[in-house]
Each structure stands twice: as C-alpha cells, then as structure tokens.
C-alpha cells in the first residue's frame, strides 16, 4: 500500500428517519477529516522511519504522531461502517422473524430483546465514542462493547457488524445533548439489517493458532 494513499468515500445515504440530510452532510465532511489525518500522520511517520530507525530524540515526537494515528485511522473506519449500516429512506426498524442477525442475538444473548437493551443501554453510557456490536468470526457469537473515542476498547480480531456513532456531532443538529436516547431510537428506525447480516460469518472463520 502507497503511503497516505486512503481516497475518502462517497455514501448515497439521505432521507433517514429522524436524521437530517443537513447532520449527514456534516457528517461526511468529518469523516473525510478522519482521511485527511490518516494519510497525513501515515506519511509524517513514514518520514520519521525512512532512514532505518527512530533516533532517540525523535521518539517524543514519533510516539505522538502513532498515537493520534490510532485515532484517525479508527475514526475514518468506523465512520465506514457506520454510513454502510444505515439505510436511505429507513428501515424496518428491528430485523425480521427469518433474520440470520435475529437467531446470533438469541444464540449469544437469550432473545433479540435482551441484546438490544444491551446495545441500546451501551449507546447511552456517558462519554464520547461508540457502540459497536461485533461478531466473534471464530463461533459466530456477537457481542456489545462500548468505544472511548474512536480507538478504545475495539477488540482485537472481532468482525463490527453493527456500529453506531454516539458522539454528540451525531445527532446535535438534530436533537439536544441529552436527548441521546432519542437519536438512538432514529438510529434503530435507519439499520440496513442486509449490510449488517452480509459482514457476519457465521463462526466459519477460522482463527490464526485455532
Ligand atoms: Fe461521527
């Protein structure tokens, strides 16, 4: 891969229910910021390393720039995900009866209800970042997991097959600060249950020393 090579995406998203085209456009424009961070700290620390090592006096330096990276490259992704797994005009809200997403969430948690409280009571954990439901590739189990920032608490090898923005700028034009809960339930009424079902493996992927 090229150095700083990542083009921002375009996504043919609008019209959600619940969520203005006006937060999406801002949105967007966020996330082409997450791009534009990734390429430039992958090509400021690309500089650092040219010559074979990271001299001592670079490491302040060369340890802030990977450490922001970690930051811009998990935002830029996971905005991916998350514009991917929302649905032009809306969905149908919860999956339906015959949903392969449906039969993981009763496996793992008992019942769709009791993954969804899970889920819905991780989106309104105080503090900025993400709630992500992943699916473990290696037995098909999904799981729910709350993100500091962008770059905390992603679990390492876990498949997001659902991921839901809970920073304010994500619904602010939309409703007000405390108003989370809100937004979480338009963010329900827009899933593509289809993108979410197609990145799920089933548990046939096997793992690295499985
Ligand atoms: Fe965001």
């Not at 203005?20 to 650092?48: C, P, Q, W």
């Not at 939309?174 to 799920?200: H, L």
């Amino acid at each position: 891969m090229t150095i700083g090579s990542y083009k921002p995406r375009t996504f043919n998203l609008s019209n959600l229910k619940g969520i203005s085209d006006a937060t999406l456009e801002m949105h967007f424009k966020l996330y082409e910021g997450y791009v534009k961070e990734t390429n430039n700290l992958s090509d400021r620390i690309s500089a650092f390393i040219q010559d074979g090592n990271v001299d001592q006096d670079e490491m302040p330096a060369y340890s802030e720039l990977t450490r922001r990276l970690g930051f811009e490259y998990n935002g830029m992704v996971l905005h991916e995900y998350y514009f991917d797994n929302l649905k032009t005009c809306g969905g149908s809200g919860d999956p339906n009866n015959t949903s392969t997403f449906l039969k993981a969430a009763e496996t793992s948690f008992g019942s769709y209800d009791i993954w969804k409280a899970d889920f819905v009571g991780i989106g309104k954990m105080r503090g900025v970042g993400w709630a992500i439901c992943y699916e473990n590739p290696a037995n098909g189990r999904i799981s729910n997991h709350w993100i500091t920032l962008h770059e905390t608490g992603n679990v390492a090898g876990f498949n997001p097959i659902l991921v839901m923005d809970v920073w304010e700028h994500a619904y602010l034009l939309d409703y007000k600060p405390a108003e989370r809960p809100k937004y979480i339930e338009a963010f329900f009424s827009n899933i593509d249950w289809t993108t979410v079902e197609g990145r799920a493996k089933g548990g046939n992927v096997r793992r690295a020393g499985a």
